[in-house]
């Protein structure tokens, strides 16, 4: 085969590998774009989220699913940002919560001020490959 045949061949094959194995963005305002996951999670998955303003806070409901047979821990915290993605508040402590087996649980918070338009919800679970907090 002549060389200038293999080169773009090769190039080709590196593109096409590259858009295989890269993961789109999250859509802005979708679930996967609110939750920061320390690591990947086995069992746990944020299948709801609902943010609205209440008295001029900002109110988040999230909903996790444990789709294991045994009861699974997670631990969470909330980063809050300002309309220009500035953190609004102090780092919040990790939260504990226990999902029980095949069931879901809600888990709630507000905002600390009402400068604060924006979220993540960051978690963790000790069955995660990463560290706990």
Same mark, same amino acid.
């Given at each position: 085969?002549?060389?200038? @045949?293999? !080169?773009?061949?090769?190039? $080709?094959?590196?593109?096409?590998?590259?858009?295989? +194995?890269? @993961?789109?963005?999250?859509?802005?305002?979708?679930?996967? $774009? @609110?939750?920061? &996951?320390?690591?990947?999670?086995?069992?746990?998955? !944020?299948? #709801?989220?609902?943010? !609205? @303003?209440?008295?001029?806070?900002? +109110?988040?409901?999230?909903?996790? *699913? *444990? +789709? =294991?047979? #045994? *009861? &699974?821990? /997670?631990?969470?915290?909330?980063?809050?940002? =300002?309309? *220009?993605?500035?953190?609004?508040?102090?780092?919040?402590?990790?939260?504990?919560?226990?999902?029980?087996?095949?069931?879901?649980?809600?888990?709630? $918070?507000? $905002?600390?001020?009402?400068?604060?338009? =924006?979220?993540? /919800?960051?978690?963790?679970?000790? #069955?995660?490959?990463?560290? /706990?907090?």
């Amino acid at each position: 085969m002549h060389p200038f @045949k293999i !080169v773009p061949l090769a190039v $080709a094959l590196l593109l096409v590998n590259a858009c295989a +194995t890269h @993961k789109p963005p999250p859509r802005p305002g979708s679930i996967h $774009a @609110k939750v920061e &996951q320390l690591s990947e999670m086995s069992y746990l998955q !944020v299948t #709801d989220m609902r943010a !609205v @303003k209440r008295n001029h806070l900002l +109110t988040v409901q999230a909903e996790i *699913n *444990n +789709t =294991d047979s #045994d *009861n &699974q821990q /997670l631990y969470y915290r909330f980063k809050w940002m =300002d309309a *220009n993605g500035f953190a609004v508040g102090g780092e919040e402590a990790w939260k504990p919560v226990l999902v029980y087996a095949y069931q879901k649980q809600t888990i709630s $918070a507000v $905002a600390p001020s009402p400068q604060v338009t =924006d979220f993540r /919800l960051v978690v963790q679970s000790p #069955d995660n490959t990463g560290q /706990l907090p």
